[in-house]
C-alpha cells in the first residue's frame, strides 16, 4: 500500500500557522512528522515536552571543540514547530528531524578555512517572507537568498512581490493579515502550497549552495522514511521549501551533491530565550514584528483578543499611575475596529490596536506608550528550561552561585543597588565581576551619586539569552565561576604588553576577589616594572594598583603582595619623573599630564609620608627646572600649592618667574594652562597671583597678544561661567592691598568628637 504523503508549509513563529497546522494533524492524524530541524538535534528535541519547559526557549546546537561554531533554534508557544512536537508527545506519533545536520554545516565551515562565523540564530522553519537583513553576526540559516539582501524590487522578496500585487506595500503585515489572523483552517496549507509553487515558477530565483545542500538532504531523508513503510507520513517545512519537497525529484543530483560531506561531533542543549530576540528590533534576522501580540493571538480566542490587549494596555498604564480608565479601555476597542473595518480588515491588527492606543490611552502622543510597545506587542518574558538538561560543570555553577545570591537571569533590565559592607552585595558584586572577566556582561557597573564611592556599587541587570553561548565558551577554563575567572585573568597577564594592562587587569581581578589568580598577576607584574624603565608606563600603573589597595580595605582582601610592588614603583617613578619632563612639546606634555595629576591623587591617597615627600620634591625638580615643559612645570606648581607644599608667596614667585620678559611667550602660556588646570578659584582667592598674571598681560605688546589670544582662551576654556565673571570684576578693580586673614574662633574639642564617625564613613 502506498503512503501517504502530505506537506504542510509553514511561516516561521506564525500563530495562525500553528493553529492550522494542529487542526491539519488532528485530521490527518500520521505516523511521522518530518520537522524541518537540524538531525543531529532530534535527540534533545524529547525535553520539549517536559513541564518545565517554558517557552520562548531554543535549543542549542554547538561543536564542543569550538564553541563558536554554534547555532540557535529559537521555539515559542505560538510556533507551528513546537506544536508540531507537542502534538507527536499527545498522540504517540513518531518525530524525525530531517534537515542538513549542524554536524555536516560545521564541517563545511571548517574545510573552507574561513574564520569562525557567530553564532547563527537559526530557526527550525523557512520564512520566504522576512525582509529585514540580519545583524552581521546574526545570519539566519532558513532565510532565503533573496530575504537575506535589502528589498531592491518587488521580486527581491516572494512574500513582498504578493503583497504588491494585493496592494500592500509591507509583506510582513500582509502575510499577517491574510494568514496569521486566520483561526486556524486545515485546507490553508494547500493553499500556500499552490501559492509558494506559483512563486517558484514565477520569479525563479537562485537558490544559495546552503539551500539546495540543505534541500538534497530533506529530500533523501524523506524518500528514506516513505521505503521504511510510514503509511501516512507529514512533512512540517518552511513553505518556501514545500514545493520541491518531493521524492521523485533529483535523486541522482541529491546522492551526488551529498556525496563525501564530512561531520564534526556536535552537542546539544536547551536554553531559556526572549520575546525581545525574536523581534526585529534586536537584529534577529528570523524573527517577527511583535511576539507578544502573536501569542496573545495564538492564545485567546479570535473574537476577544481585542479586548483582552486594550484592557492590558489600559491596566498596564495605571501600573504607572497614568489616566488609564475602562471608559478608555472600550472606547480604545471601538477605534481600532472602525479603522479595521475603513481599511477592509476582518479583525483589528497590531497596527490598529496601537494607533487606537495612542490617540485614546496615550492622548495622541505615542512617546507615552513606549510601555505598551515593549511589553505589550515585543514583550519581555524570558523562557525556561528544566534544571536536570545537559550543561557543563560551569553552567551547573553559574546556576548555584545565581541561586546563593538571589539573581535571577531576567530578561527586563533592572537596577541593583549593593552596599560592600553586607555579605550578600559583596557576594553578588564578586559574581558579577567574574562574569565579566569571563566576557559574559549580564551586568553593566553605573556611577553611583551620592554615595560613598568605595562602599556603593551600582549595576544595571539584564540578561540575554546569547551569554549561554558564553558560558559555553568559558567552561574550557574551569568547572567553576571562580576557576573560569582566575584562569581568564592569568592568560590575559601573560599576553599583558605593559605595565599599565597589568594593574588594570589586577585591580579588575580584586574587585572579582580572584584569590588564585593574584600571585600570577603580581609576579607578572614585577616582572614588567623592572624592566621598565618608561615613566610613562609607571604613571599609567600606579593609579589602578592604588585603588587595589583600597578596594583591598573594603572587600577584605588580602593586597600585601600588590603592597610590595607599589613601594618599589613610586621611588623608580619619583626619580624618573623630572627627566620624563624635559624637552616636550606641547602636544606630547599634553598627553603626560592626566598621568601625572592620576599619580598625584594616587599618592596622596596611600597615606604614606615617606612617599608622598618623595612625590613632592620630584614635582618641585619640574616646577625648578628650566628645561621642563611649561605646560608640566605649571601644573607641578599647582599641586604642589593644592597639597600645601608651596606656600602662597612661593607660588608668586614661580609665576612671576614664568612670565618674566626672558621667557618665550609660549612657554608663559602653557606655564599658566598648566598652574590654573581648568579652575579659575586659586585667582579668585589669592590676589597678588591675580595681579602677576593682570599685569603681564596688561604689558604684552599689542602684536604679542593678539597671537597670543587662542593660547589664554585655551588656558581659561574650563572655567565656569561665575569664575569668569569674578576674574572680569576683579580686573576692573585694579590693585588692592592684601587683606589679613581674620582668626577664626575653632573648638578644638567639638571638632574631635566627629572624627570616629568620619573614619566610620570613610573606611579607615
Known amino acids: 500500500m502506498p503512503s501517504d504523503l502530505r506537506l504542510f508549509g509553514i511561516r516561521h513563529h506564525g500563530p495562525g500557522s500553528a493553529a492550522s497546522l494542529v487542526h491539519a494533524l488532528d485530521a490527518y492524524q500520521p505516523d511521522i512528522v518530518l520537522l524541518e530541524c537540524p538531525a543531529d538535534a532530534e535527540a534533545a528535541l524529547a525535553a520539549a515536552t517536559h513541564p518545565g519547559m517554558q517557552p520562548p526557549v531554543a535549543l542549542l546546537v554547538y561543536n564542543p571543540k569550538q564553541h563558536q561554531q554554534a547555532s540557535f533554534l529559537p521555539f515559542a508557544e505560538f510556533s507551528p514547530e513546537w506544536q508540531a512536537i507537542q502534538w507527536c508527545h499527545r498522540h504517540g506519533a ?17 574545510a573552507a578555512e574561513t574564520p569562525a562565523a557567530a553564532p547563527s540564530e537559526s530557526s527550525t522553519a523557512e520564512v520566504p517572507h522576512e525582509a529585514q537583513p540580519s545583524e552581521p553576526e546574526a545570519e539566519s540559516l532558513d532565510t ?13 522578496d516572494p512574500i513582498s512581490y504578493l503583497a504588491e500585487l494585493d496592494g500592500y506595500a509591507d509583506g510582513e503585515r500582509w502575510w499577517e493579515l491574510r494568514l496569521e489572523h486566520a483561526p486556524g483552517h486545515a485546507d490553508t496549507f494547500a493553499v500556500v502550497l499552490d501559492m509558494m509553487t506559483a512563486l517558484r515558477e514565477e520569479l525563479d530565483l537562485p537558490e544559495t549552495e546552503e539551500t539546495l545542500l540543505r534541500e538534497a538532504f530533506m529530500r533523501e531523508t524523506l524518500r528514506a522514511t516513505l521505503q521504511q513503510g510510514y503509511q501516512r507520513v507529514a512533512v512540517v517545512c518552511g513553505a518556501w521549501h514545500a514545493p520541491v519537497l518531493r521524492p521523485e525529484l533529483l535523486k541522482k543530483e541529491d546522492k551526488a551533491r551529498l556525496k563525501g560531506l564530512k561531520k564534526v561531533v556536535t552537542a546539544a542543549t536547551w536554553i531559556p530565550w526572549t520575546f525581545e530576540r525574536l523581534s526585529y528590533a534586536s537584529g534577529y534576522g528570523a524573527g517577527i514584528l511583535s511576539p507578544a501580540w502573536y501569542e496573545l493571538l495564538f492564545t485567546t480566542p479570535r473574537a476577544e483578543v481585542v479586548t483582552h490587549w486594550m484592557v492590558r494596555a489600559a491596566r498596564l498604564l495605571r501600573t504607572r499611575d497614568l489616566d488609564a ?45 513606549d510601555l505598551v510597545q515593549r511589553e505589550l506587542v515585543i514583550g519581555e518574558r524570558l523562557g525556561a528550561v528544566p534544571p536536570e538538561q545537559p550543561a557543563t560543570p560551569l553552567q551547573q555553577d553559574l546556576q548555584l552561585q545565581q541561586k546563593a545570591t538571589r539573581l535571577k537571569p531576567e530578561a527586563t533590565a533592572k537596577t541593583l543597588d549593593l552596599d560592600l559592607r553586607k555579605e550578600l552585595d559583596l557576594s553578588r558584586s564578586h559574581l558579577l565581576h567574574r562574569l565579566r572577566l569571563l566576557d559574559i556582561r549580564w551586568g553593566e557597573p553605573r556611577r ?64 572579582a576577589d580572584l584569590g588564585p589568580a593574584i600571585g ?24 589602578p594598583l592604588v585603588n587595589v589597595l583600597r578596594y583591598g580595605n573594603v572587600r577584605r582582601t588580602e593586597t600585601a603582595q600588590v603592597a610590595t610592588v607599589v613601594h618599589h614603583l613610586v621611588p623608580r617613578l619619583c ?64 599641586l604642589l600649592f593644592d597639597a600645601h607644599q608651596l606656600a602662597p608667596d612661593e607660588a608668586a614667585t614661580a609665576l612671576g618667574l614664568a612670565l618674566a620678559p ?39 605688546p599689542e602684536d604679542t597678544f593678539r597671537e597670543i589670544v587662542p593660547l589664554l582662551r585655551r588656558a581659561f576654556t574650563d572655567f565656569s561661567l561665575p569664575e569668569r565673571r569674578q576674574l572680569l570684576d576683579l580686573s576692573k578693580q585694579g590693585h588692592q592691598p592684601a587683606v589679613a586673614a581674620v582668626e577664626e574662633d575653632f573648638d578644638l574639642e567639638r571638632g574631635l568628637l566627629v572624627l570616629p564617625g568620619l573614619r566610620e564613613l570613610l573606611g579607615f
Open 144 to 156: 532565503p537568498e533573496p530575504a537575506e539582501q535589502p528589498l531592491a524590487s518587488p521580486k527581491a
Open 448 to 511: 553611583a551619586q551620592g554615595k560613598a564611592g568605595t562602599f556603593h556599587e551600582l549595576w544595571e541587570l539584564q540578561w540575554q539569552p546569547e551569554y549561554a553561548l558564553n558560558v559555553l565558551d568559558a567552561g574550557r577554563l574551569g568547572n567553576t565561576v571562580l576557576a573560569a575567572a582566575a584562569a581568564k585573568a592569568a592568560a590575559r597577564a601573560a599576553e599583558a604588553p605593559d605595565l599599565e594592562a597589568v594593574s588594570h587587569l589586577l585591580e579588575e581581578a580584586l574587585q
Open 575 to 638: 626619580i624618573g619623573l623630572p627627566q620624563a619632563c624635559t624637552g616636550l612639546d606641547y602636544d606630547a606634555a599634553r598627553q603626560l599630564l592626566p598621568r601625572i595629576e592620576g599619580t598625584h591623587q594616587a599618592i596622596r591617597l596611600l597615606q604614606d609620608e615617606a612617599q608622598e615627600a618623595d612625590w613632592y620634591a620630584a614635582l618641585a625638580v619640574v616646577l625648578r627646572n628650566p628645561a621642563s615643559s611649561g605646560l608640566l612645570a605649571g601644573a607641578a606648581g599647582r
Open 325 to 369: 480608565s475602562a471608559a478608555h479601555a472600550i472606547e480604545g476597542v471601538r477605534l481600532a475596529e472602525t479603522l479595521a473595518v475603513v481599511r477592509g480588515r476582518e479583525l483589528p491588527g497590531i497596527e490598529e490596536l496601537q494607533e487606537a492606543a495612542v490617540a485614546i490611552l496615550g492622548g495622541g502622543y505615542a512617546e507615552a506608550l
Open 94 to 110: 513518531h518525530l524525525r528531524c530531517f534537515d542538513l545536520p549542524a554536524s555536516m554545516r560545521f564541517a563545511q565551515e571548517q
Open 520 to 543: 600570577a598577576l603580581v609576579a607578572r607584574l614585577e616582572t614588567l616594572s623592572a624592566g621598565t624603565r618608561d615613566v610613562t608606563h609607571l604613571l599609567a600603573a600606579l593609579p
Open 662 to 700: 626672558a621667557q618665550p611667550t609660549d612657554y608663559a602660556t602653557a606655564w599658566i594652562e598648566g598652574f590654573l588646570s581648568g579652575s579659575g578659584l586659586l585667582l579668585l582667592h589669592h590676589r597678588p597671583l591675580f595681579d602677576l598674571l593682570n599685569d603681564w598681560i596688561g604689558e604684552l
